[in-house]
């Protein structure tokens, strides 16, 4: 960024900006329409806002709005967005599709609306615990989320009671390294689709999906979990889940997955393929409470071994020791 903070010299709110016309080309350029090909093209128009074009793409990407729509649940009111002070000026907050501008992050009793229209256009790192706690969301969109400066989503959508459709589709998270009980305790949750959910540079998935007890069923196969090195709960309590295909993870990283599938008391099948237990050092307690669990990669179980395995997991786990499970 030093080039480019260098060259165009442009603070954080915008004061800066030579004129309306480049803020709209800068945004949409995001949308892949034709203004970058008329900043390419157009040498006068690259001199009049002095801008490298080698840096635009960057600039855009920083600071390119995302675009946030909200339902609330029924006869709830509170907060329905974490915001610090520090950055409320940049979060454009409105209900339904008026035009005037909401300086407010919660809902009252007298608010009358269909959805909450948020749009962040400044260049935030982190989307820890922002929607965190917030039990009157019922539905969440993400329809716009170009930043690719996102480097935090711990507790983003921690405690959501109420919420029952998160849509991620244009979800962005490729820098982000904790996910961290970002959707505990999301108890009203029947399904995810997390199919753009980029972890390849993710550390920490600790309680990630914990307490969802709803949840049936998990889609993890685009999950790259090379650098992870805290399961710790990951699936604490997801007391719904039936199956779960883990095969594709790569553990060998991994140092804590203690109670990771924790009461999950109606697992049947678990997929482990690729985790290399020799590299362990914490798995207390990893498969307690799982007294449904019939299979363990080709490992056959009963309800009576679950306490013997629990106990050999939270040590080494060697092949002859597993031999003797079968």
Known sequence: MNSLSSQMKINNNFDNLKSDYFLHILFDYIKKNKSLEIIKINKKLQNRINIDINSYKEYSQLFSSIEIEIKNSINKFGKFINISDENKDYYHIYFDDEKEEIKRDYITKEDKFNKIRIIIDYPVQSFKEIFSSCECIESINFKKFYRININNMS????????????????????????????????????????SKLNTKNVSDMGGMFGECSLLKELDLSNFNTNKVINMNSMFNRCSSLKELNLSNFNANNVIDMSFMFNGCSSLIKLELYKFNINLFTQMICIFSGCSSLKELNHIKLNKNNINKIDALLSGKFNESKKKNLK
């Open 155 to 194: 507790d983003m959508f921690c405690r959501c009671l109420s919420l029952k459709e998160l849509n991620l589709s244009n979800f962005t998270s490729n820098n982000v390294t904790n996910m961290s009980f970002m959707f505990f305790k999301c108890s009203s949750l029947k399904e995810l689709n997390l």
